[in-house]
């Protein structure tokens, strides 16, 4: 069956780096688009960014220029890149897996979701 499993959260000050992976199983991974939301307390989940299977790349407007996606197909794995952290930035980050051709940042394009792995930055 399909697994997303991320890792790479953890609490960090304000200004630290983290980077966050995804390893994915049960389904070609290479074809999918692949992406990072997050969804902190009490706020809705939004797209911070997204992969597609031609590398094409997409970033919410208040993570670009600080978030960089990349995939390692060979690892079947995602990464997602965090540098000059902002409390702002506090959530649970999800990947997630979709069979759409563009790299969309709408959730309810994609089928397949991880269970998180929580950032906590301070101030």
């Known amino acids: 069956q399909v697994q997303l499993v991320e890792s790479g959260g953890g609490s960090v000050q304000s200004g630290g780096s983290l980077r966050l992976s995804c390893a994915a199983s049960?389904?070609?991974?290479?074809?999918?688009?692949m992406g990072w939301f997050r969804q902190a307390p009490g706020k809705e989940r939004e797209g911070v960014a997204a992969?597609?299977?031609?590398?094409?790349?997409s970033y919410a407007v208040s993570v670009k220029g600080r978030f960089t996606i990349s995939r390692d197909n060979a690892k079947n794995t995602l990464y997602l890149q965090i540098d000059s952290l902002k409390p702002e930035d506090t959530a649970m980050y999800y990947c997630?897996?979709?069979?759409?051709?563009?790299?969309?940042?709408?959730?309810?394009?994609?089928?397949?979701w991880g269970q998180g792995t929580q950032v906590t930055v301070s101030s």
């Open positions: 997630a897996a979709s069979a759409a051709t563009v790299p969309t940042l709408h959730s309810e394009f994609y089928d397949y």
């Open positions: 049960g389904y070609t991974y290479s074809t999918y688009c």
């Open positions: 992969i597609d299977s031609d590398g094409g790349i």
